[in-house]
């Protein structure tokens, strides 16, 4: 089974996945192009060091890198899979559909907009593995301030989410470049439910989706 949570930046799709993948246990698996991005970036590969400038300014990474990462990485897959932050483009959506990958299910998390600035403001991640924390809101504090509870890897805000400019444009993108591959998702036949990210039953609600489905 292959799912795609799909929102704007900062929406949570990262957490809801995290969660899933450890109550789900060993059946499945997320794949996330902007992890990979990230490794070649500390690796400071050509491609690495491509990518992020387009990270660092809220821009999206050109798609012949992003269909080249996915790619490899979906042929590497065993599992039931998320793809968490894939597609972002339409031409992206069309070149995945094109290779034979059909989503079964597409979870759009509905999230206001105040509610993504301010999570922004809070979120802090691992350097070394990438998992997510807050730093102001007791949601999911680590347990030493500052040090993965997962890897003890270090933890720090994403360059992308210093600046409130960069989450803005991110935003600006999603809007103009992501959101339409939802109506192109229907079109294709491809199964799309909404949610609402912020309430308190958020996680039940999503794991319920993707188990009944
Ligand atoms: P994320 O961690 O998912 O918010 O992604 C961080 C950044 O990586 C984005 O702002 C983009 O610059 C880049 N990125 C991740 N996934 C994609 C994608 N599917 N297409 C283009 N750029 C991406």
Same mark, same amino acid.
């Given at each position: 089974?292959?799912?795609?949570?799909?929102?704007?930046?900062?929406?949570?799709?990262?957490?809801?996945?995290?969660?899933?993948?450890?109550?789900?246990?060993?059946?499945?698996?997320?794949?996330?192009?902007?992890?990979?991005?990230?490794?070649?970036?500390?690796?400071?590969?050509?491609?690495?060091?491509?990518?992020?400038?387009?990270?660092?300014?809220?821009?999206?990474?050109?798609?012949?890198?992003?269909?080249?990462?996915?790619?490899?990485?979906?042929?590497?897959?065993?599992?039931?899979?998320?793809?968490?932050?894939?597609?972002?483009?339409?031409?992206?959506?069309?070149?995945?559909?094109?290779?034979?990958?059909?989503?079964?299910?597409?979870?759009?998390?509905?999230?206001?907009?105040?509610?993504?600035?301010?999570?922004?403001?809070?979120?802090?991640?691992?350097?070394?593995?990438?998992?997510?924390?807050?730093?102001?809101?007791?949601?999911?504090?680590?347990?030493?301030?500052?040090?993965?509870?997962?890897?003890?890897?270090?933890?720090?805000?994403?360059?992308?989410?210093?600046?409130?400019?960069?989450?803005?444009?991110?935003?600006?993108?999603?809007?103009?470049?992501?959101?339409?591959?939802?109506?192109?998702? !229907?079109?294709?036949?491809?199964?799309?439910?909404?949610?609402?990210?912020?309430?308190?039953?958020?996680?039940? !609600?999503?794991?319920?989706?993707?188990?009944?489905?």
């Amino acid at each position: 089974m292959k799912v795609i949570p799909f929102g704007p930046p900062n929406t949570g799709k990262g957490t809801r996945i995290s969660e899933v993948v450890e109550e789900l246990g060993d059946q499945w698996e997320a794949i996330s192009v902007s992890s990979e991005l990230k490794k070649e970036v500390k690796a400071q590969t050509s491609i690495g060091q491509e990518a992020k400038r387009y990270m660092d300014a809220g821009e999206l990474v050109p798609d012949s890198i992003i269909l080249k990462i996915f790619l490899e990485r979906v042929q590497n897959a065993t599992k039931n899979v998320f793809f968490d932050g894939f597609p972002r483009t339409i031409a992206q959506a069309k070149a995945m559909l094109e290779a034979g990958i059909k989503p079964d299910l597409v979870i759009s998390l509905q999230v206001d907009q105040e509610v993504v600035l301010q999570r922004a403001r809070d979120r802090i991640v691992c350097t070394a593995c990438g998992e997510s924390y807050t730093k102001i809101s007791p949601f999911k504090r680590a347990k030493t301030e500052g040090i993965c509870d997962k890897c003890g890897g270090e933890l720090r805000q994403r360059n992308d989410d210093l600046d409130e400019s960069v989450v803005r444009r991110r935003l600006e993108v999603y809007e103009k470049e992501t959101k339409p591959i939802l109506e192109f998702f !229907e079109s294709a036949g491809i199964k799309v439910c909404q949610m609402d990210n912020s309430g308190p039953n958020a996680r039940e !609600e999503f794991k319920k989706l993707v188990t009944e489905n």
